[in-house]
């Protein structure tokens, strides 16, 4: 009989337990975030296309309270990238560290094989953009309104023609080869760390032309101090409707940048989910809509394997040029 009883009592006891345990909801496990400061290389120097791009996405995430961490821009420009690739290699795993790319993210470690840098193990966020380039030259040179012009004035200067541009073998270097190429010049290619550099040194005429991003040399176009002549585009841009695509002039070449945000190699995929997600709320906000219509921006959100997928093409298209 006593066994019985205690018999009853556990089972009571146990379905109380039960249902008790029943009516807990089950908490699962919360969705990654960013637990410090995040650090936002970029592989550029302050006042160019991509530094401008970095501190405004980085006002857009404190603004709208899209993390719980600030984002921290940290500029690496050495090497044409070549220093915020190796800083990024050894950030590998690190769910705290994510970097804004040029095209110099292919071309630098194709040019520069020693440094061990495989793009394809970088973790792939967003590709916020496709940056836009044009011919540019001061404004005071009344002498030069289009491509013919320019090749004539700089045919006659030779070597001491000054192109200045954003790095060694980087994207306006090989915007100058091609002119040098297309129309038989012979121009100097002088590099800066960054296009608002480049933009400068052309605005105080130390240079005598360059191939700018609209967002870096647009503040001098507004003053007047230069002007455009032609567009690296497919079609016209219509914040410069009176530059005319290569194309246009009998030059089948078209040439974009992309402005892209990369994760540090190894990342786990819980936090490459969460700055996809978040670059992709920056993407669809007003202001970077709008920083994109004003810089005449181009291209569409790329994420994930896709975004992979057109880095290898562009890889594969830079290594047979």
């Not at 954003?166 to 038989?184: I, P, R, V």
């Not at 052309?202 to 032309?209: F, Q, V």
Request: aromatic share 10%; charged share 20%.
């Amino acid at each position: 009989m006593l066994k019985s009883q205690h018999t009853l009592w556990k089972a009571i006891w146990a379905l109380g337990i039960s249902t008790m345990l029943a009516g807990i909801p089950v908490v699962g496990h919360a969705a990654w975030e960013p637990s410090k400061p995040v650090e936002f290389v970029v592989m550029a120097g302050k006042g160019g296309g991509a530094d401008k791009a970095v501190r405004l996405m980085q006002s857009i995430i404190a603004s709208e309270k899209m993390a719980p961490v600030p984002f921290t821009p940290v500029n690496k420009p050495g090497g044409s990238g070549a220093e915020a690739l190796v800083h990024m290699k050894g950030k590998m795993g690190s769910n705290h560290t994510i970097m804004f790319t040029l095209n110099s993210f292919y071309t630098t470690p194709l040019r520069q094989p020693g440094l061990g840098v495989d793009i394809a193990t970088f973790t792939p966020v967003a590709r916020m953009a496709e940056d836009t380039f044009l011919l540019w030259v001061h404004s005071d040179r009344k002498d030069i309104n289009n491509i013919a012009e320019f090749a004539k004035a700089a045919k006659a200067k030779g070597n001491k023609w000054i192109m200045a541009g954003t790095g060694k073998n980087s994207e306006d270097n090989l915007l100058t080869d091609f002119l040098n190429k297309a129309y038989d010049l012979n121009m100097k290619y002088v590099p800066y760390k960054g296009g608002g550099k480049v933009a400068k040194e052309l605005a105080g005429k130390n240079a005598d032309s360059t191939v700018n991003n609209p967002s870096e040399q647009l503040g001098f176009y507004e003053a007047g101090t230069t002007k455009a002549l032609a567009a690296f585009t497919d079609d016209r841009l219509p914040l410069f409707p009176g530059a005319p695509t290569f194309k246009e002039l009998g030059e089948d070449y078209v040439y974009y940048m992309q402005r892209t945000v990369v994760g540090a190699p190894g990342m786990s995929k819980e936090a490459a989910d969460y700055y996809t997600g978040l670059f992709t709320k920056v993407f669809n906000s007003d202001k970077w809509q709008e920083y994109r219509t004003k810089k005449s921006l181009q291209g569409d959100l790329l994420t994930g394997d896709a975004l992979m997928s057109y880095w290898k093409r562009e890889r594969d298209v830079t290594w047979s040029c």
